[in-house]
């Protein structure tokens, strides 16, 4: 059993470059145990309000900076997290609930957007555009446009920060981040990693604080001027309407319900495999994870008998135990509400293919907030489970009979995250995945995910992008200078 590292920070809100005292008081549990892990100081409307300020005042320094220099502390930072990975890994474990192996992978995904944007600072092209009038010219040029509002939810607590941070530093904006109320710690242990790769104070300034305290806060400062979030599709919802009223850019990753399309042609021992990951990473509290599995009537049968061995051969467990595949969910209310799902499903016509227990036998993970990773056939597309994000380790099979009718199946639901295709032919998956109404698919490949690619919702999923050249973008307005050209003849 890995242990949780002795802290090097403190559970505070840091500005300007120091801990600060908070008013209020998060209780963050271990979510496989329940017991206490850190009290954190939360920050209130005051301290809110001085970090976009110091974030202001440190704007005007770094906006001129060479990208270079600015690349180059992205880049140590990602040293810096490679060389505390284990740490972070274990903090990131205790405090999120999942498997040391995911948190290690999780702080490797993170440290890439520190290493990719720290690559791309350099990379930010304007043009000089030809203007109508013979004399004049057109300079282009993408500026940083400002203080940047960053709020991440607790699933991925480290890398949606990382992937957020290190566009807007990269681009030359400065920021406040509010990460979950669940998961402040990772974000708070960050911040002697930023000082250390020589990220000026003020810069950056990380405060836990309630989120809808802060949305209203970060809305309404004039030196605020853009928020970027990645939550439900309801907080968006309520930070675009907040946003609204001063016009504020919003940046927006959103919520899924992600269609996996089984082919008749697919293999299904790798297929199954893959599902089986899937929906086992993060217990399946991930906003890219499989929600529907459509597989051909076909092929269901064989598929459910491979999928269920898989399924009860798994192990659930404490995230810092060795060996584990699935650690508990968030808290004990999400295991409530997705075992809502799995009733309504089960009393609705569907039924329990399986459902692995066996961690219900260790003493150790009584006061855990454990769920059973449980399969499920003849879903239908009009139960609760299909048109919600379940977020946990459920499997949810719908059949269907002609490839067309289970794309139209796929499209028909208000998000578009991700989406997946398994099979043999690669026309036909590459033909399949052009008609997803997604914002990426992973043919063949269950985490396609990667910091050189955009990665962005459309629907309710989302506005904007995150990784690739694209994520630059979302930090940086466009100026265009109309001036005379230079005469050297006359
Ligand atoms: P959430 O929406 O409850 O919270 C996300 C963040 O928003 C938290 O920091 C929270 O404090 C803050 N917040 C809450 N109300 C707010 C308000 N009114 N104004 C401003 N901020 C507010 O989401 P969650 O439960 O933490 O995370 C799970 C959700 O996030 C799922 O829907 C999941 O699909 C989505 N998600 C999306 C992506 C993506 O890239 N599209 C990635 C991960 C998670």
């Known amino acids: 059993m890995k242990s949780v590292p002795h802290f090097w920070f403190e559970p505070t809100p840091w500005v300007d470059g120091q801990w600060r005292r908070g008013m209020g008081e998060i209780t963050v549990p271990n979510p496989a145990t329940n017991l206490t892990l850190a009290t954190v100081m939360r920050a209130e409307e005051e301290l809110i309000q001085q970090a976009i300020e110091g974030a202001d005042r440190a704007f005007a320094e770094w ?17 810096l997290m490679i060389a505390r990975r284990d740490d972070l890994a274990a903090l990131l474990s205790a405090e999120q609930g999942k498997p040391f192996a995911q948190a290690l992978g999780e702080v490797d995904y993170a440290a890439s957007f520190f290493q990719w944007f720290g690559e791309e600072a350099r990379r930010s092209y304007g043009r000089v555009a030809a203007h109508p009038e013979a004399e004049r010219e057109f300079f282009v040029e993408h500026k940083p446009i400002g203080v940047a509002g960053l709020i991440t939810p607790w699933n991925f607590p480290l890398a949606q920060g990382a992937k957020k941070i290190a566009a807007a530093l990269a681009a030359g904006c400065t920021a406040v981040w509010k990460p979950a109320e669940r998961t402040p710690l990772i974000a708070l242990a960050m911040a002697p990693l930023f000082t250390e790769a020589g990220i000026p104070k003020g810069v950056l300034q990380i405060v836990p604080a309630r989120g809808a305290v802060v949305g209203k806060i970060f809305a309404e400062h004039p030196a605020m001027r853009v928020l970027s979030l990645t939550g439900s599709t309801a907080t968006g919802s309520a930070l675009m309407a907040d946003a609204a009223r001063s016009i504020k850019r919003v940046s927006l990753e959103l919520g899924g319900n992600a269609p996996f399309i089984v082919l008749p042609d697919a293999d299904l021992e790798f297929t199954a495999e893959h599902v089986l990951r899937l929906k086992l990473f993060v217990s399946g509290q991930v906003c890219v994870t499989a929600n529907r599995i459509f597989v051909h009537e076909s092929i269901e049968h064989e598929f459910l008998e491979i999928l269920s061995h898989k399924l009860k051969n798994s192990v659930v467990g404490n995230g810092l135990a060795e060996n584990v595949d699935a650690g508990p969910l968030i808290h004990r209310q999400a295991c409530q509400d997705v075992d809502a799902l799995v009733s309504q499903a089960i009393s609705a016509g569907a039924t329990l293919v399986c459902r692995n227990s066996t961690f219900e036998r260790d003493p150790s993970l009584k006061e855990g907030s454990f769920y059973a990773p449980t399969l499920l056939s003849d879903v239908q597309d009009t139960m609760q489970i299909a048109s919600h994000e379940i977020f946990g380790p459920v499997i949810p099979v719908l059949r269907y009979s002609s490839v ?14 991700a989406g997946y295709v398994y099979g043999q032919d690669m026309t036909r998956c590459r033909a399949v995945a052009r008609e997803l109404e997604v914002g990426i698919v992973g043919v063949n490949e269950w985490r396609p995910l990667k910091a050189e690619i955009p990665f962005g919702g459309i629907k309710q999923s989302g506005i904007g992008a995150e990784g690739g050249e694209e994520g630059l973008h979302e930090f940086l307005c466009t100026q265009v200078i109309s001036m005379p050209k230079p005469d050297l003849v006359r």
């Open 63 to 79: 906006k001129r900076r060479s990208p270079v220099d600015r690349g180059n502390m992205l880049k140590r930072t990602a040293t």
């Open 404 to 417: 067309a009718d289970a794309i139209c199946r796929a499209n028909d639901t208000p998000y578009g995250l």
